[in-house]
């Protein structure tokens, strides 16, 4: 952060001219609904919209008098890690492999990157076919193996069947970054240490991995998000949030209080508080975790 | 969505043109119907409206399909705080009370019937089913369009594998776990298991036995109706199916309607759940299946009394033209004429509509070609109770979540049944609060 380069307009209204078009679309898609979101927490609605009452910092109360809910903080926190851990381990391995192969680059890529095409509630379809208890491919394997797979009442299984979902969904973009990260090291470099006597393990430490620390870092912030927001859809095709309330994290009961439920000012009040924790979150990262990387 | 909205412009350009053509000619009122019926029920549906069509001029029913009911029912809440809510709309029975409490959105069908000057009586319809669509002064608020209720589905071949009586299946609780027992002892992997663990086990299992599931007559006296399904009968139930679950005599197939399909296959083979799965175990089973009422327990006073209906029902939007709401009631008195609605209950399984829709099914000899599907109409065409007309609570789809939570747990064996009924009753009690808050405002 040295060395910073300063570009000076002289004109002053420049600027704000070439600002516009980002300020626009960030205005529309994400200030203007955060503070309808703000305001609707606010509020209590019937469904159609036809009475709005200011119930305060009611929606608030109910939310964290509920014990259910507050559980569901730390069913977010297992399966927002267990995806960021496992989605990023697995697509830093894939792309270091994929980086060392000769032929066919391109077919491996592919396929790697396919994934991420899918619907996350095709996403979940998907696994929950493969792991259906007595019918799906998975489980009927794990059956004859005299494992016991039934996502249906183990809450166990049932996490490990929505992790899994979610994290191969993102596999393909994290592996994305991470070969892009990888091919801009350069070859030299590489090449210096194996003179050196280095081995694949100390090279990938000592050289590869602290100059993939920013495309790390930029993956950690992206699958946290990825992890709180985009994964409701995964839930609710395989699990619906069960058993019980095991896999019910924050964002899908947004989503079921939301569009199933119809209750606007509770999901709006999640929604609000959903935002704090990811701000918390992504400060956090910033502030600790972006000193140990080298730009 | 892309390709939808290509076609609906398409059709919009090919309407305008069309409208340009002939406009004087042909002024008819096009009337929009949203529905949830999918696969062979689209079929039906679009029957429907073709044959309505053609059987007049003034007025043409486009029937849209939107999805599965929770979908339809959101999309036409965004289309009516947009302003372009359909004429009719389709709605899943647990969604009545919040339809019931949007009063600026809905116009009863007893008030269209009787503004298009259409001659109305609720006395035609199936007490057991309209009554449900009903509101304390008399007047039909809904029109009962396809409702089905919770049965018995049994396996024939697999009860004979297991030397029970084919014909002779199970009628009260604990004849269902002997028969499951022997079941199990002939192999069989899942001998029982249920669809809509909240429907079937709590709300029908209540008016069945003829018990509150809340009170305030279920919901129909007042929102502040509160539940009390944990009373000494549902513990006893709950403790009964869960003894099951322990020992390999019921399995959960998860929740909604996807314990069917384990029925259907063949792998289960006792299920209780809607019987509108008559269809499609007709069209897709390689067993002989039969219909049983639903069981109940027999040292129970009054039982069994009636159960309680499913489906959905239609829906009569508010803020349309005069001339539209006369197309409506012209479509809804068409929907109820004996023939259109015996023929509806015959195609699709789901109960018939009116008494003369009913007897003219029976007359035509149906029932006795077609074993089993009396079943559903017997355990409705009763007088019913104020316990047994029905369920109408606000947020009744969160609140069968919530059963479905809780009894998870239960089956697990990681509550006991008391403590999962009264966790289901405490929660749900929680939103029913919350529901006549915001009904009131």
Same mark, same amino acid.
């Given at each position: 952060m040295s060395q910073q380069k300063r570009v000076l307009f002289r004109s002053g209204w420049l600027p704000w001219v070439l600002l516009a078009p980002q300020a626009a679309v960030i205005g529309m898609f994400f200030f203007w609904p955060a503070s309808q979101a703000l305001l609707q927490s606010l509020q209590q609605q019937d469904a159609f919209g036809l009475s709005v009452d200011w119930v305060g910092l009611d929606n608030f109360r109910q939310l964290f008098n509920d014990s259910?809910?507050?559980?569901?903080?730390?069913?977010?926190?297992?399966?927002?890690? &267990?995806?960021?851990?496992?989605?990023?381990?697995?697509? /830093? $391995?894939?792309?270091?492999? +994929?980086?060392?192969? @000769?032929?066919? %680059?391109?077919?491996?890529?592919?396929?790697?990157?396919?994934?991420?095409?899918?619907?996350?509630?095709?996403?979940?379809?998907?696994?929950?076919?493969?792991?259906?208890?007595?019918?799906?491919?998975?489980?009927?394997? &794990?059956?004859?193996?005299?494992?016991?797979?039934?996502? /249906? $009442?183990?809450?166990?299984? +049932?996490?490990?069947? @929505?992790?899994? %979902?979610?994290?191969?969904?993102?596999?393909?973009?994290?592996?994305?970054?991470?070969?892009?990260?990888?091919?801009?090291?350069?070859?030299?470099?590489?090449?210096?240490?194996?003179?050196?006597?280095?081995?694949?393990?100390?090279?990938?430490?000592?050289?590869?991995?602290?100059? /993939?620390?920013?495309?790390?870092?930029?993956?950690?912030?992206?699958?946290?998000?990825?992890?709180?927001?985009?994964?409701?859809?995964?839930?609710?095709?395989?699990?619906?949030?069960?058993?019980?309330?095991?896999?019910?994290?924050?964002?899908?009961?947004v989503y079921y209080d939301g569009f199933k439920a119809m209750d606007l000012g509770g999901s709006a009040a999640q929604s609000v508080v959903l935002m704090a924790v990811v701000v918390v979150l992504t400060v956090i990262q910033f502030r600790f975790v972006e000193r140990k990387v080298n730009y | 969505m892309k390709t939808s909205l290509l076609a609906a412009s398409k059709a919009a350009l090919l309407a305008a043109v069309l409208a340009v053509n002939s406009a004087p000619a042909l002024a008819q009122t096009e009337i929009q119907w949203w529905h949830s019926m999918g696969g062979g029920l689209g079929d039906w549906v679009n029957d429907l409206a073709k044959d309505f069509n053609a059987s007049q001029k003034d007025y043409k029913v486009v029937p849209v399909y939107k999805g599965a009911y929770d979908e339809s029912m959101a999309g036409a809440i965004a289309a009516f705080r947009a302003g372009n809510a359909p004429h009719i709309l389709q709605v899943f029975e647990v969604g009545t009370a919040t339809m019931m409490?949007?009063?600026?959105?809905?116009?009863?069908?007893?008030?269209?019937m009787q503004q298009a000057g259409v001659k109305f009586d609720t006395a035609a319809y199936v007490p057991a089913v309209a009554g449900y669509y009903t509101a304390p002064n008399g007047q039909m608020l809904s029109f009962p369009f396809n409702s089905s209720t919770t049965v018995l589905h049994y396996n024939k071949d697999a009860f004979k594998a297991a030397g029970l009586d084919p014909n002779k299946p199970p009628s009260s609780w604990p004849e269902v776990a002997a028969a499951a027992a022997k079941l199990k002892a002939?192999?069989?992997?899942?001998?029982?298991?249920?669809?809509?663990?909240?429907?079937?086990?709590?709300?029908?299992?209540?008016?069945?036995?003829?018990?509150?599931?809340?009170?305030?007559?279920?919901?129909?006296?007042?929102?502040?109706?509160?539940?009390?399904?944990?009373?000494?009968?549902?513990?006893?139930?709950?403790?009964?199916?869960?003894?099951?679950?322990?020992?390999?005599?019921?399995?959960?197939?998860?929740?909604?309607?996807?314990?069917?399909?384990?029925?259907?296959?063949?792998?289960?083979?006792?299920?209780?759940?809607?019987?509108?799965?008559?269809?499609?175990?007709?069209?897709?089973?390689?067993?002989?299946?039969?219909?049983?009422?639903l069981p109940y327990y027999p040292d129970v006073p009054g039982a069994p009394q009636n159960t309680i209906i499913g489906g959905a029902s239609l829906w009569v939007m508010a803020g349309k033209k005069p001339q539209e709401y006369k197309g409506v009631a012209a479509f809804l008195q068409y929907l109820a004429r004996p023939e259109v609605a015996a023929e509806s209950h015959k195609r699709t399984g789901y109960l018939p509509v009116t008494k003369a829709a009913y007897e003219l099914t029976e007359k035509s000899g149906f029932y006795q070609a077609n074993p089993g599907t009396d079943v559903a109409v017997t355990q409705m065409i009763r007088k019913t109770t104020d316990k047994s007309r029905g369920v109408r609570l606000g947020n009744l789809p969160q609140i069968r979540t919530i059963v479905d939570e809780e009894m998870e747990q239960v089956w697990a064996g990681r509550k006991t049944p008391k403590q999962g009924l009264d966790e289901a009753v405490r929660r749900g009690n929680e939103l029913l609060e919350r529901f006549q808050k915001s009904a009131k405002l």
């Open positions: 259910g809910y507050l559980a569901s903080f730390r069913t977010t926190a297992v399966f927002s890690l &267990l995806v960021a851990v496992l989605g990023l381990g697995i697509s /830093l $391995l894939l792309a270091t492999m +994929a980086n060392r192969v @000769v032929r066919g %680059a391109m077919v491996y890529r592919t396929l790697l990157i396919w994934p991420y095409a899918v619907a996350p509630a095709i996403a979940g379809v998907l696994w929950l076919f493969m792991f259906a208890p007595s019918i799906g491919v998975v489980s009927y394997g &794990l059956d004859r193996m005299g494992f016991q797979w039934n996502h /249906l $009442l183990n809450p166990d299984h +049932a996490m490990a069947l @929505v992790v899994a %979902a979610a994290v191969w969904k993102q596999i393909s973009y994290n592996f994305l970054f991470f070969l892009a990260g990888l091919q801009s090291i350069p070859r030299s470099l590489l090449e210096a240490a194996a003179i050196d006597g280095a081995s694949p393990w100390k090279r990938f430490w000592t050289i590869t991995f602290p100059l /993939l620390s920013p495309t790390s870092f930029f993956l950690l912030v992206i699958n946290v998000v990825y992890a709180f927001f985009d994964t409701f859809g995964i839930i609710d095709a395989a699990t619906q949030g069960g058993p019980g309330k095991d896999t019910a994290i924050l964002v899908y009961k | 409490a949007s009063k600026g959105a809905v116009v009863p069908v007893g008030q269209v002939s192999g069989h992997k899942c001998p029982f298991t249920t669809s809509w663990v909240g429907w079937t086990q709590l709300e029908s299992f209540s008016a069945w036995h003829n018990v509150e599931y809340a009170t305030k007559n279920n919901g129909f006296g007042g929102l502040d109706a509160r539940l009390v399904f944990n009373s000494p009968l549902h513990v006893r139930h709950i403790e009964n199916l869960a003894n099951m679950a322990k020992q390999g005599l019921f399995v959960y197939k998860g929740r909604g309607n996807t314990a069917d399909a384990t029925f259907v296959s063949g792998e289960c083979a006792m299920e209780t759940g809607s019987s509108g799965l008559y269809a499609n175990i007709k069209k897709s089973a390689k067993f002989s299946a039969g219909i049983a009422p």
